[in-house]
Nanobody
Framework: QVQLVESGGGLVQPGGSLRLSCAAS????????MGWYRQAPGKQRELVAA???????NYADSVKGRFTISRDYAKNSVDLQMNSLKPEDTAVYYC?????????WGQGTQVTVSS
């Protein structure tokens, strides 16, 4: 069964940067959107950023201008560059691939922004 494998989380000070990466362990056909979601303790999972098969991007208002999502079509992978991190960005981050009939989710990677 194909899985999404995430990497790049960790502990960073406010104002710092992290880059998250996500790739599939096998072949997934007909991927449409790729995205990153996050879930903080006691809160619902929310969309952080998404990128369509055509390259259009969509960001949560709270991360606009600070986060950048990018997609490698050849590798079927997606990255999230996070700059100017704030304590409120602390959450478990999940990558998501929307294929034609199936949604794939990563296992989640912890991002903690704290001094």
């Amino acid at each position: 069964q194909v899985q999404l494998v995430e990497s790049g989380g960790g502990l960073v000070q406010p104002g710092g940067s992290l880059r998250l990466s996500c790739a599939a362990s096998g072949v997934i056909f007909s991927i449409r959107d790729m995205g990153w979601y996050r879930q903080a303790p006691g809160k619902q999972r929310e969309l952080v950023a998404a990128i369509s098969s055509g390259g259009s991007t969509n960001y949560a208002d709270s991360v606009k201008g600070r986060f950048t999502i990018s997609r490698d079509y050849a590798k079927n992978s997606v990255d999230l560059q996070m700059n100017s991190l704030k304590p409120e960005d602390t959450a478990v981050y999940y990558c998501n691939f929307k294929a034609r009939y199936v949604d794939y989710w990563g296992q989640g990677t912890q991002v903690t922004v704290s001094s």
